[in-house]
């Protein structure tokens, strides 16, 4: 967490509404594979990083609420006895939404005002989404003694997506950025909802996140429809999720969906998979393999899942001629965004010059190189 960024949220909140704020701290997180397994029920390898959303609330005792952003700076004035959603890609809408859903557990929230700030890059797919909603249920839950879990909030926080972003998201960004263990990645079965932490020491390696600074507007209307592909290929099947689904099983209704769509199941079964066998990989120290399932996640998400972009694959690629790249592919929904690199620490500094460069003869712009540090979930800030 950034204190320049807690200190300038605090002080905001102070200047204007002359009270002192209870302030959160809620992550962004990254993912070292497992990609579009959440909503399959499957395995997903994430983790919470150092840069997030800050939020100062205070109950206000009067009939109107006062939500000001201050990286766009927009204020959104509301009651919280009337919220309807706003117009699409408000950002007030992952506002609204957690109120709208805590209302709906019967839970009451009074009006408050609240400041945000952050220093995830934005569309970098590194789920500033889902650090917004938690920063607010969890400053909601505090402030009015809502007497919510952990575990609570992150489904408020997904219904809220779905609700009032609507994105039909999975539950891995909310989990991760609610429950991150410093220096840990989480193996999370997105069915049970539980964790197995794997303390993250690379040795000589290091994961670097490479942001593309693009994001490809069909990104929302893709996701749901890969979403509703899975399920109705579920449904086919007679399961709960494809996470129920071997490859033989997928042969059995091959004749009946398209060959598009019978790669994108196949897909889903396969990243699970691969999900898996990182974990195995990394409890070994074999980074090795899991390099090669990283790559072969990206090969699947571009080939089979499409949800890559010409920029991501170019990347990709790059790294494909470099020893000292171990693994390498785009993190996230997709369309945009980072891709997440296992890099030896000796050559990162040689590589960030290359590509950088590479990049902007390519695409006449510049892509952003970011190490990550991994980092506690959303809680409150006592400095
Ligand atoms: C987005 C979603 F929000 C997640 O739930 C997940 O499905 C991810 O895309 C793809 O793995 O970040």
């Known amino acids: ?229 899975c399920e109705s290929i579920s449904e086919m099947l007679n399961i709960k999720a494809l996470r129920d689904a071997t490859e033989n099983d997928l042969e059995t209704v091959k004749d009946k969906v398209t060959e598009e769509n019978y790669q994108k199941a196949l897909f889903v079964i396969q990243e699970n998979k691969r999900a898996e066998l990182a974990s195995k990989a990394m409890s070994d120290g074999d980074l090795k393999t899991l390099g090669e399932l990283i790559y072969g996640s990206h090969h699947g998400l571009q080939h089979q899942y499409k949800v890559s972009c010409e920029e991501l694959d170019y990347l990709v690629d790059q790294t494909k001629e470099n020893d000292h790249i171990l693994g390498a592919r785009m993190m996230g929904g997709g369309f945009g965004g980072c891709t997440i690199n296992l890099i030896a620490k000796s050559a990162v500094n040689d590589f960030k010059t290359k590509i950088s460069e590479l990049y902007k003869n390519k695409f006449g712009k510049d892509c952003s190189i970011y190490s990550v540090e991994l980092a506690d979930g959303t809680g409150l800030v006592t400095v």
């Open 1 to 229: 967490m950034n204190k320049a960024l807690v200190n300038k949220v605090k002080e905001t909140f102070v200047d204007k509404f002359n009270t002192q704020p209870l302030v959160v701290f809620s992550p962004g997180r990254i993912n070292i594979i497992g990609e579009h397994t959440d909503y399959n029920d499957g395995f997903v390898f994430p983790a919470a990083v150092n840069k997030g959303i800050v939020a100062a609330f205070q109950k206000n005792d009067s009939d109107t609420s006062l939500a000001y952003a201050i990286d766009v700076d927009d204020t959104l004035e509301f009651s919280v006895d009337n919220i309807q959603p706003l117009a699409k890609e408000s950002w007030g809408n992952y506002v609204l939404g957690v109120i709208a859903e805590i209302q709906k557990k019967g839970l009451s929230v009074g009006n408050f005002n609240v400041v945000f700030s952050g220093n995830i890059p934005a569309g970098s797919g590194m789920s500033s989404s889902a650090a917004l909603e938690n920063s607010v249920v969890f400053g909601l839950n505090e402030l009015f003694n809502l007497g919510l879990t952990r575990e609570d909030m992150i489904f408020i926080s997904q219904k809220a997506e779905h609700n009032y972003v609507g994105v039909n998201c999975g539950i891995m960004d909310q989990y991760a950025s609610m429950f991150g263990i410093k220096n840990h990645a989480l193996l999370l079965d997105c069915r049970s909802i539980e964790a197995q932490p794997f303390h993250i020491d690379f040795e000589g390696y290091e994961l670097m996140l490479i942001n593309t600074n693009v994001k490809h507007s069909l990104s929302d209307s893709a996701y749901n429809d890969r979403r509703s592909v």
